[in-house]
């Protein structure tokens, strides 16, 4: 009797197991999109304190987001694409530059101001990104030219 008592807590402890493993994992979205500051902070915050590129695509355009899952490090996607490098990073948007007005019409341009240190050196930098809205969600576009 005692063998098959334990046999059952195995039983339910593996079914418990397999049960929680088979859930979506969250981590690997940015589930916050219906504000396009919010969708820009997010991706880079994946990308350069997470180290999580699936994470940063996950907010991207098809086009963009096949382009960073090429890379498939942040380090890469970091130097390739920004050249940029931080070992840790603060961001924050340019507030002032989103218009209401365009975010209405679907698409609109966020500025995120960098400052971070990589190998004990502070690094200050700007990017820019055009963001496009589709059926209620804001999704990285394209990464603009820098502004300087």
């Not at 493993?21 to 997470?50: H, M, Q, R, W």
């Not at 690094?123 to 300087?148: C, N, Y």
Request: proline content about 3%; glycine content about 4%; some cysteine.
């Amino acid at each position: 009797m005692h063998y098959l008592k334990s046999y059952f807590y195995t039983l339910l402890l593996c079914t418990v197991f397999l049960l929680t493993a088979c859930g979506e994992d969250d981590s690997k979205k940015i589930t916050t999109v219906d504000n396009p500051e919010t969708v820009a902070i997010a991706f880079f915050d994946a990308l350069y304190n997470e180290k999580n590129v699936e994470k940063a695509a996950s907010v991207c355009s098809p086009k963009l987001a096949r382009l960073i899952l090429h890379y498939r490090s942040p380090a890469a996607v970091a130097r390739h694409l920004f050249n940029m490098s931080y070992d840790k990073v603060e961001m924050r948007p340019d507030s002032s530059g989103v218009k209401v007005r365009e975010q209405f019409k679907g698409s609109t341009n966020i500025t995120i101001y960098f400052d971070g240190y990589y190998q004990d050196s502070r690094i200050k930098d700007v990017k820019r990104l055009a963001i496009i809205q589709r059926d209620g969600e804001w999704f990285i576009d394209k990464i603009l030219k820098d502004p300087f």
